[in-house]
């Protein structure tokens, strides 16, 4: 398996413009994070989902945020619109089932707001 | 505030020296994760410790858990300019699969 995939890698987009961050997690894993790391806050979970289904965005910062797992294999972190505060890296991570298990993660989609 | 608390934030060190990272939290953890992450790079999975105690060792690496499992450190004999990254300690919170992260050490070692 490739791991997980995250696209774009880098993202430079203007102030008020949408933003559609794309993952592709491991193939049979059945959790989903968005994790954005930054200096100042370090890696903070935005959202994670179950089988699709999202458990927890209490992590999510503004109702500009948002994320969708439309199937098992595609999940998408959309920003509407961005701000220069959402300057971050953003990562997406996969998981099995179960107590304790290792949390994959893509390489991260470095954004610019400017 | 961050559940889970690491110190210290920034340490350089001379390679073939010993260091000594903390990972703190006022609560109870079934369990704790440390992590390493390289510029460029998502978080790569170390080692997990499970019961309140354990001691796990990874090369020059030694992982303890406390005994009230709250607390982790992260010890590394010689270190060598190759274990230059940050490390992060991450802990599921919940009962459940959320995996909720520390702010990390920042880790030079200078050659």
């Known amino acids: 398996d490739a791991g997980v995939i995250q696209s774009p890698r880098h993202e430079v987009t203007e102030m008020g413009q949408e933003v559609t961050l794309r993952c592709k997690p491991i193939?049979?894993?059945?959790?989903l994070f968005w994790y954005r790391q930054t200096m100042m806050r370090g890696l903070e979970l935005l959202i994670y989902f179950n089988n699709n289904v999202p458990i927890d965005d209490s992590g999510m910062p503004e109702d500009r945020f948002s994320a969708k797992m439309p199937n098992a294999s595609f999940s998408t972190l959309k920003i509407q619109p961005s701000e220069p505060r959402d300057s971050a890296v953003y990562f997406c991570a996969s998981s099995f089932t179960g107590m304790n298990t290792e949390a994959f993660f893509g390489q991260g989609t470095r954004l610019t707001v400017v | 505030t961050q559940l889970l608390e690491q110190s210290p934030q920034f340490l350089s060190i001379q390679e073939g020296e010993n260091l000594t990272v903390y990972c703190n939290s006022s609560?109870?953890?079934?369990?704790l994760q440390w992590y390493r992450q390289e510029p460029g790079e998502g978080p790569v999975l170390l080692v997990t410790v499970v019961t309140g105690g354990e001691v796990k060792k990874l090369k020059r690496l030694t992982f303890q858990f406390g005994d009230a499992r709250k607390d982790s450190s992260l010890h590394i004999t010689a270190a060598q300019p190759g274990d230059t990254g940050l490390y992060l300690c991450?802990?599921?919170?919940?009962?459940?699969?959320?995996?909720?992260f520390g702010g990390g050490t920042r880790l030079m070692v200078k050659p």
């Open positions: 991450a802990g599921f919170y919940n009962a459940g699969n959320m995996l909720t």
């Open positions: 193939s049979g894993h059945d959790y």
């Open positions: 609560s109870v953890f079934s369990s």
